[in-house]
């Protein structure tokens, strides 16, 4: 019985540093690049895109597809980079441990 008690303790701590990572996680900003700096976008590492920046070069009909497919690549970028953050996170607060399907973030 004690180890069942201890488990649920160490559950309970488990579940408020995963929400206390959470909070930290808002705060924490990456940003991805495309098409050598002309598009950035700044995402937190809970994939929320803060900002996004367009080099005022590429701002025309002619450049349209352009653009697109730089704002498709530096989104991609600043979300591998949000998900390589919340990973470093995520490893910190477990140790190392796998964590079973649905237990992660």
Do not use: C, Y
Not at 29 to 45: H, P
């Amino acid at each position: 019985m004690a180890d069942f008690l201890g488990m649920m303790k160490q559950a309970a701590q488990l579940q408020s540093k995963m929400k206390a990572m959470q909070e930290e996680l808002e705060h924490i900003e990456v940003e991805g690049i495309s098409g050598g700096g002309l598009v950035s976008v700044r995402m937190t590492a809970k994939m929320e895109v803060k900002t996004i920046k367009i080099d005022p070069s590429l701002i025309n009909a002619d450049e349209a597809g352009v653009l697109e497919d730089l704002l498709v690549t530096a989104l991609a970028d600043a979300h591998r980079k949000a998900e390589s953050a919340m990973q470093e996170k995520m490893q910190a607060l477990t140790g190392g441990l796998s964590l079973p399907p649905g237990l992660g973030l």
